[in-house]
């Protein structure tokens, strides 16, 4: 079986003292912490470091967490915060239906005159109109009620 690569982190004196500063303190989220204490033991600069199992050990985690610290510490090019904090999402997963178009284009809809035959607009004949629109997706009466309600809008 061939061995894992090895990624090691070598780490300044105020890396070191930022990341004792963390662990000490316990104002930061678990995670955090945590990698922050992964980090401290596998810092060349303090003296020898131990194997990825006796480190987890240490600290209370698995090796594969162990290495999966010690490798994000060498993509981010040894940047100790970018290491320990969460990393932020480029895009949401899903892409939002309602644009402020839409959520536009539905308020003037809500607030005009209601259709012939009716008395005033309800969610579910504002679900069916809106399904008769071309510009505007199809919408759920829950999700018209959502952004209504969002821009305080209501129906009389």
């Not at 930022?18 to 060349?44: C, F, N, Q, S, Y």
């Amino acid at each position: 079986m061939p061995k894992s690569k090895v990624f090691t982190a070598c780490l300044s004196s105020t890396d070191r003292a930022a990341l004792l500063k963390i662990v000490t303190t316990g104002e930061h989220p678990a995670r955090m912490i945590t990698r922050a204490r992964v980090l401290l033991e596998m810092d060349e600069n303090a003296g020898p470091i131990a194997e990825r199992a006796v480190i987890g050990a240490r600290v209370g985690v698995s090796t594969t967490t162990v290495a999966a610290v010690a490798k994000r510490f060498v993509e981010t090019g040894g940047d100790v915060e970018a290491t320990i904090t969460r990393k932020k999402r480029a895009s949401p997963p899903v892409a939002p239906i309602v644009t402020g178009e839409v959520e536009a284009r539905l308020v003037k809809m809500a607030c005009s005159a209601p259709p012939e035959g009716y008395d005033r607009w309800s969610l579910r004949l504002l679900e069916k109109h809106v399904a008769l629109v071309d510009d505007i997706p199809d919408l759920d009466h829950s999700t018209i009620g959502r952004v209504l309600k969002k821009r305080n809008c209501v129906l009389i």
